[in-house]
């Protein structure tokens, strides 16, 4: 099974900030990696696919990059409302083995 | 537009069983692959199960392979998941989500999560 690692577990950021966010597998997934957002008591929902892809709706302030084992989440300047925990996803062989990451929480410094 | 809304969650005692259902709207239903995903509190996700759009081919996590059982109802536009042998491990939110199906990786939409406590 590909266990995804996510880094840092917590990030204090303020508005405005950068924040980077990253995600690592434990073998390769090529570029099979989705990043979701989740904000309390509500269900994730889809920021980024194929580790770059940004789903539709998503403010162009997010972006994804990377293919292998290393991946990032950049938030280029921090919203209110992004303040939310962050989950890595990928999907892999066949029959297909999916996980998901640990999660990063995003709070405010 | 596009939604899924879960039914079905609750109180079951260690060893029982509770059918979990998800309405969807707004999309091809009969075209899309869909997923069954939990959160137990304080975890991330994790991925239970999917389900072709014909509904021809299953795919589960080791964690319920053999105790849960997915599968829909196109007539309905509903999917379910039949839960057996449940452990208080089991206890979570239950999710259900389109599933891009096929060469690709992404789940959206998801529907709002019913809770399933597993509890003597």
């Known amino acids: 099974e590909t266990v995804l690692t996510q880094s840092p577990a917590t990030l204090s950021l303020s508005p405005g900030e950068r924040a980077t966010l990253t995600c690592r597998a434990s073998q390769s997934v090529g570029t099979y990696l989705a990043w979701y957002q989740q904000k309390p008591g509500q269900a994730p929902t889809l920021l980024i696919y194929?580790?770059?892809k940004r789903a539709t709706g998503v403010p162009a302030r997010f972006s994804g990059s990377g293919s292998g084992t290393d991946f990032t989440l950049t938030i280029s300047s921090l919203e209110p409302e992004d303040f939310a925990v962050y989950y890595c996803q990928q999907r892999s062989g066949w029959p297909p083995v999916i996980t998901f990451g640990p999660g990063t929480t995003v709070d405010v410094k | 537009q596009v939604q899924l809304v879960e039914s079905g969650g609750g109180l079951v005692k260690p060893g029982g069983s509770l059918r979990v259902s998800c309405a969807a709207s707004?999309?091809?239903?009969?075209?899309?692959?869909m997923a069954w995903i939990r959160q137990a509190p304080g975890k991330g996700p994790e991925w239970l199960a999917y389900?072709?759009?014909?509904?021809?081919?299953?795919i589960y996590a080791d964690s319920v392979r053999g105790r849960f059982t997915i599968s829909r109802d196109n007539a309905k536009n509903s999917v379910s998941l039949q839960m057996n042998s449940l452990r208080a491990d089991d206890t979570a939110v239950y999710y259900c989500?389109?599933?891009?199906?096929?060469?690709?990786?992404?789940?959206?939409?998801w529907g709002q999560g019913s809770l399933v406590t597993v509890s003597s």
């Open positions: 989500a389109r599933d891009c199906g096929g060469d690709c990786n992404w789940f959206d939409p």
């Open positions: 389900i072709s759009g014909p509904g021809s081919t299953t």
């Open positions: 707004g999309f091809r239903f009969s075209a899309s692959y």
């Open positions: 194929d580790s770059s």
